[in-house]
């Protein structure tokens, strides 16, 4: 069977202290690099997923609802 494009699967294995290595095609293809930071998100139903750092921005603002602030509030720096 051929591979979608586009889609990928690994397989990892959790080691004692629940780390895993991210394999070196993965960290290529997304671009990770030692010292980033990623995000990890779980759903119950769905699994964990790790979004692309590209989207940090647009998740963040879904998770938090980005609204627009009075420009005068003192609680916004």
Do not use: C, H
């Not at 629940?18 to 930071?37: C, S």
């Amino acid at each position: 069977m051929a591979r979608p494009k586009g889609k990928y699967a690994w397989s990892v294995t959790v080691g004692a202290k629940g780390q895993i290595v991210i394999p070196k095609e993965a960290r290529a293809l997304f671009e990770i690099n030692p010292g980033d930071t990623l995000l990890l998100l779980g759903d119950g139903k769905r699994g964990i997923a790790i979004p692309p750092k590209s989207e940090f921005s647009t998740l963040f603002g879904r998770i938090f609802g980005a609204e627009k602030t009075d420009p005068g509030d003192p609680t916004e720096e």
